[in-house]
């Protein structure tokens, strides 16, 4: 079952809103870009993207944030796209796979992710941050996994507007335990490895994110105060796939394993 998308030749943020969320709550695809029209810039996706996060029926508890390829970079005036991360799609990992939707005819994959809980509010109108401004407001670092989904399944050949103008690709986090002596290690010693289906598919470490994780949060940081979202204490902030962006369909097992810090395991089931 598909979601159709009508043609209509402009530009609409609200009816390309509606219909993406529309579509995930049904859990079903759309056949492409709904109204065919793509927003060209990253202030265009977010517009789209700020629209559906009045529509959709849950709390706003964070946000995942992911890379604009070194393509778009230029053109775009953006290193890095934000998404959003709602109540009812966080999951706290256990000792069984922790299962979740795949869309048929949509995007699903995993990410090996490092996730900021937010230890106090951000001050509302600061938007320019640096990475040891950013630290202190670190209250908890966990290791974890996002489900990155959308109904459309070409949205990330489309582009980061496209990315970002449905719920950054966001369809869930798994959240696993607090590494408590992050601030004394280095970045070189959380290491992370993916397996899909006990094949490994993808290595790296909080090493592999550009900056350091704290340069994701930054960005966040100063990202959703320019949009009136100022982070608030206990908020999620994933920052970035740590072994890159695996693709999953229904019935696939993954699993990631953080070395000295346990392993967190899913299993893709088909969405209802």
Not at 68 to 89: D, M, S, Y
Not at 92 to 120: K, N
Not at 159 to 174: E, H, K, L, T
Not at 239 to 248: E, F, M, N
């Amino acid at each position: 079952m598909t979601v159709s998308t009508a043609q209509s030749g402009i530009f609409a943020p609200a009816s390309i809103a509606t219909q993406f969320v529309e579509a995930r709550r049904l859990g079903v695809s759309v056949p492409g870009y709904p109204g065919g029209v793509l927003p060209q810039t990253m202030a265009e996706g977010y517009a789209v993207q700020d629209i559906a996060i009045g529509l959709w029926p849950d709390e706003l508890v964070g946000w995942k944030v992911g890379l604009v390829p070194p393509q778009h970079r230029e053109r775009l005036g953006a290193e890095r796209l934000a998404g959003c991360i709602f109540k009812k799609n966080v999951w706290e990992a256990t000792a069984a796979p922790t299962p979740f939707r795949a869309i048929d005819g949509g995007f699903t994959a995993v990410e090996a992710e490092f996730i900021v809980r937010l230890g106090q509010d951000a001050p509302a109108g600061k938007t320019d941050w640096t990475v040891e401004e950013a630290a202190d407001y670190v209250g908890e670092l966990l290791i974890g996994i996002e489900i990155a989904g959308s109904p459309l399944k070409t949205i990330n050949a489309l582009g980061p507007p496209i990315v970002a103008s449905d719920f950054g690709n966001n369809d869930g986090q798994i959240l696993g335990p607090a590494i408590t002596d992050w601030r004394t290690r280095g970045w070189s010693t959380l290491p992370a490895e993916t397996f899909i289906n006990e094949v490994s598919v993808g290595q790296g470490g909080a090493f592999s994110i550009p900056g350091s994780p704290l340069a994701a949060l930054a960005f966040l940081l100063g990202h959703v105060a320019s949009r009136g979202r100022p982070l608030k204490a206990g908020m999620l902030v994933t920052t970035g796939a740590s072994t890159g962006i695996h693709d999953v369909v229904a019935g696939d097992k993954a699993r990631v394993d953080f070395g000295p810090f346990g392993d967190i395991a899913c299993v893709a089931v088909a969405a209802k």
